[in-house]
């Protein structure tokens, strides 16, 4: 019997312990950007918590993280939270809205626990990037204005306003930008055409792709769209002259040379080939 009492008052310790240390938990949240220098302060946690900085050193303070690496350490003289390692939010949270380190902050004799939340703001450190940098496209000369060519997206791994906002194409006597969003959010670029292409004046175009976000300062990224313009048949053959004068006697036998006429065409490949001559019929 006295053994169960025994028991049952050390499980009621226990309890008011475990009770006691839950209530000692406190949430302290700072803010920083990302990308602070190793040693810059976070905050003055002793301060925050209403320790003694000086009797809080006895008390073996110590950063507890869930692995990986400790991204911030406390000053045992200052009781101050610290940069311990580079913070990079898009390798913390990708492309997250909301990005924070969590973590315990613990001191012994008597136990106590702090949970620590740490919010790391973006900065426009990343601008924005095209998969390649040279587009290319192939379009056919036959094309009508207003067609519309969908050109890579760029992306940024910030997010917000220090994230991609637009495009700029360099200045050209064929195509305009128009500017499109994608369902997942993103934005994309199509040049529009504005003036008909025309193969045998110009066979190929380099236009200029800028990708801008809303940083200040903006940071932005380029990409070539270098267009190939693909041959169509609108073009006829023409002759080297538009009359050939021929003298000949009239007891000239049958198959003699009498002129030889030549005729090109501008397109390309098969449409450029003159294939067949028709003998001009008897004039009387």
């Given at each position: 019997?006295?053994?169960?009492?025994?028991?049952?008052?050390?499980?009621?310790?226990?309890?008011?312990?475990?009770?006691?240390?839950?209530?000692?938990?406190?949430?302290?949240?700072?803010?920083?950007?990302?990308?602070?220098?190793?040693?810059?302060?976070?905050?003055?946690?002793?301060?925050?918590l209403g320790l003694d900085s000086k009797k809080a050193a006895a008390r073996k303070p110590r950063i507890d993280f869930q692995g990986g690496k400790r991204y911030c350490d406390i000053s045992m003289d200052t009781g101050?939270?610290?940069?311990?390692?580079?913070?990079?939010?898009?390798?913390?949270?990708?492309?997250?809205?909301?990005?924070?380190?969590?973590?315990?902050?613990?001191?012994?004799?008597?136990?106590?626990?702090?949970?620590?939340?740490?919010?790391?703001?973006?900065?426009?450190?990343?601008?924005?990037?095209?998969?390649?940098?040279?587009?290319?496209?192939?379009?056919?000369?036959?094309?009508?204005?207003?067609?519309?060519?969908?050109?890579?997206?760029?992306?940024?791994?910030?997010?917000?306003?220090?994230?991609?906002?637009?495009?700029?194409?360099?200045?050209?006597?064929?195509?305009?930008?128009?500017?499109?969003?994608?369902?997942?959010?993103?934005?994309?670029?199509?040049?529009?055409?504005?003036?008909?292409?025309?193969?045998?004046?110009?066979?190929?175009?380099s236009l200029l792709l800028t990708a801008v976000d809303g940083g200040n300062p903006q940071k932005s990224g380029t990409a070539v769209i270098q267009v190939t313009v693909l041959d169509s048949n609108d073009n006829v053959?023409?002759?080297?002259?538009?009359?050939?004068?021929?003298?000949?006697?009239?007891?000239?036998?049958?198959?003699?040379?009498?002129?030889?006429?030549?005729?090109?065409?501008?397109?390309?490949?098969?449409?450029?080939?003159?294939?067949?001559?028709?003998?001009?019929?008897?004039?009387?």
């Open positions: 019997m006295e053994y169960k009492v025994f028991g049952s008052c050390q499980v009621h310790c226990f309890i008011l312990s475990f009770v006691a240390v839950l209530g000692s938990l406190a949430d302290v949240r700072y803010s920083v950007p990302e990308e602070m220098k190793i040693g810059s302060l976070i905050g003055s946690l002793a301060q925050d101050d939270l610290l940069v311990n390692e580079r913070i990079d939010r898009e390798e913390l949270c990708g492309q997250k809205a909301s990005c924070a380190l969590d973590f315990e902050f613990v001191l012994e004799n008597p136990l106590e626990l702090h949970r620590i939340v740490v919010e790391i703001q973006d900065i426009n450190d990343n601008a924005p990037k095209f998969p390649m940098d040279t587009i290319k496209l192939e379009i056919r000369e036959s094309a009508v204005k207003g067609t519309r060519f969908p050109v890579d997206e760029a992306h940024d791994s910030d997010i917000g306003i220090n994230s991609l906002q637009s495009y700029v194409l360099s200045s050209n006597d064929h195509f305009v930008l128009a500017v499109q969003s994608s369902p997942d959010g993103g934005k994309y670029g199509e040049i529009v055409l504005e003036t008909e292409l025309d193969r045998e004046k110009q066979h190929e175009l053959p023409v002759f080297t002259q538009a009359v050939y004068k021929v003298s000949l006697t009239e007891n000239s036998p049958e198959d003699t040379f009498v002129v030889r006429v030549s005729a090109t065409d501008k397109d390309e490949g098969a449409n450029g080939e003159v294939l067949q001559w028709r003998k001009a019929q008897d004039v009387s």
